[in-house]
């Protein structure tokens, strides 16, 4: 089996940067993906692994957001169905459209408010490509089929899904092919000022070492730890702006069988969604709560998982009890504190701060989410340019993802192409492949011409050729980020095949101590 050549940095040198970015998560990759792209130099630190924490735990859609119009925000919803489009044409493989079913039921939101909130959803965004807004009659329409039959009307319309841990790795890999050094499982330990830049001491957990880097400006993305930074890290004295909202999600198997997701309201005013999810499942979520604790031990709670097997069944014809769970998972959403009386009217919107401590620009970000992630990152940019000047006007939006320069962006046409190409791939497996890493997929597969020269397969198509790919190409380190952050391979294999793949991580890398 062929080797595949490392793409990972060499240790680094000491700077001094022009943008040091802390967090590798959707955000902080994007910003170091879009400044490097204009020309300065970039440096990411990530504590752990990409997308380890928020970005991973989302509900995967991209979407304008239709209950953020009973909120008001206008803005942010009409940037959010803008980029859906842009996204999609710059990652067909990691986006694809989605039809969205919302039964209506009387006594909740009325049909007017929902027929206005869906023709401003319509319009606002610069829809082209997607399906518009349709009525559908669920007595005769395949999605009433697993519902109760006191749904009768409901009303379809378009936004998107993505594998949301791919889509932040595929960010970074851009930024590292365009220069960028990005490093995880690298802690900010400090940050000081000094002579007019910043000198940040990172912690390297893989080696155990310790180095010193300069940098002119530091973006701060880590998300829900952005107070904790703030305070630990830089010194500053004025922390305590996040508002921490747990998202919660279970996994049960596969509910109907028709490729649409659902959107439930709930009679508290919370919408759940549920969702076609890796073939065999449905995913249900998610939660609103505020979270008082360390967003690094997150957990869905019992009381969280009966609800939403308890809002669910209030629709569908078979109910869902938590013991049919069969994956769970729950993040942090780090908003920015506005005050909201409830964690569901807590804004959405991202919030910029920026300010110069002791003569040294430092930028804050709170909120966000993946839809918006680009524009934010243009924004941010226009704060980098204030402070070091402007080297390269916005590329993002025509710019695809590593793997998403497939002809008209047509995943289906290059996954016949691929299957025509590689005969010796089964088609599901083709097709995962393809949809995962696109175009790149053939420097995954090299000169192989059948499945044995992939080398050992882990169970469900997963080869040591990919485990090495991910290791070398996308910082891939334990079997968890390969089975639950690069893929959702975990789903479909048994608890035994991560040790087995922990055993095979350590022996290609001399069982280095550390992780």
């Known amino acids: 089996m062929a080797r595949i050549p490392s793409a990972q940095p060499v240790p680094p040198a000491d700077g ?18 879009d400044a490097v792209g204009r020309g300065y130099s970039v440096h990411l630190a990530e504590m752990d692994d990409l997308a380890s924490g928020t970005s991973s735990k989302a509900t995967k859609l991209i979407h304008g957001g239709l209950r953020y ?58 829809r082209r490509r997607l399906p518009p807004t349709r009525t559908l009659d669920l007595r005769v329409d395949a999605a009433g089929v697993p519902l109760k039959p006191v749904f ?32 995880t499982r690298c802690k900010v330990v400090s940050a000081r000022r000094d002579g007019g830049v910043w000198r940040l001491t990172l912690h390297d957990r893989l080696s155990g070492e310790d180095n010193e880097v300069t940098a002119s400006m530091i973006v ?70 505020d979270y008082p604790g360390d967003p690094a031990k997150v957990a869905i709670t019992a009381q969280e998982t009966e609800y939403l097997c308890k809002a669910a069944s209030e629709y569908f014809l078979k109910p869902i009890t938590p013991a049919d769970v069969v994956w769970t998972y729950s993040g942090v959403r780090p ?3 506005d005050h909201a009386s409830e964690a569901q009217a807590a804004t959405r919107d991202y919030v910029i701060k920026d300010e110069a401590i002791g003569g040294v620009p430092l930028v804050n970000i709170f909120g966000g989410k993946i839809t918006t992630y680009r524009r934010l990152s243009e924004e941010v940019l226009s704060h980098v340019e204030r402070h070091l000047g402007a080297r390269g006007a916005p590329w993002t939006a025509d710019a695809p993802l590593p793997g998403g320069d497939m002809p008209g962006a047509d995943l289906e046409a290059f996954i016949s192409d691929l299957r025509a190409r590689r005969p010796f791939l089964p088609p599901a497996l083709a097709r995962r492949l393809a949809g995962a890493y696109g175009t790149h997929v053939h420097r995954l597969l090299g000169d192989a011409r059948a499945l044995a020269d992939l080398g050992r397969d882990f169970g469900a198509g997963l080869s040591a050729a990919e485990i090495d790919y991910l290791v070398a190409q996308e910082w891939a380190v334990t079997a968890d980020d390969i089975l639950w ?11 035994s095949a991560a040790a087995e793949i922990d055993a095979y991580l350590a022996a290609r890398r001399g069982a280095r101590p550390g992780i």
């Open 16 to 33: 001094p940067f022009d943008v040091f970015v802390i967090g590798g998560g959707v955000n902080g990759c994007g910003i170091a993906r």
């Open 69 to 126: 119009l009973e909120y008001y925000e206008f803005r942010l919803v009409r940037e959010a169905l803008m980029e859906r489009e842009v996204l999609w044409r710059n990652a067909p493989h990691l986006i694809h459209p989605l039809r969205f079913v919302l039964p209506f039921f009387k006594g909740l939101r009325p049909a007017w408010m929902l027929r206005l909130g869906l023709l401003l959803y319509d319009h606002i965004g610069g």
């Open 152 to 183: 009768r009307k409901a009303f379809e319309y378009s936004d998107c899904w993505v594998d949301d841990a791919r889509f932040v790795a595929l960010n970074a890999r851009d930024a590292a092919d365009r220069g960028a050094t990005i490093r």
């Open 220 to 289: 701060n993305a880590a998300g829900p730890w952005v107070d904790s930074v703030m305070e630990g890290v830089l010194s500053h004295n004025d922390p305590h702006r996040v508002r921490l909202v747990q998202g919660s999600h279970i996994v049960v198997p596969r509910m109907y069988e028709h490729d649409r997701c659902y959107i439930f309201q709930n009679p508290d005013g919370r919408i759940i969604f549920a969702i076609p999810y890796e073939g065999a499942f449905t995913l249900i979520g998610t939660t609103d709560q």
């Open 335 to 337: 908003l920015y504190d």
């Open 485 to 495: 952050r690069r893929s959702k391979l975990g789903l479909h294999l048994p608890p």
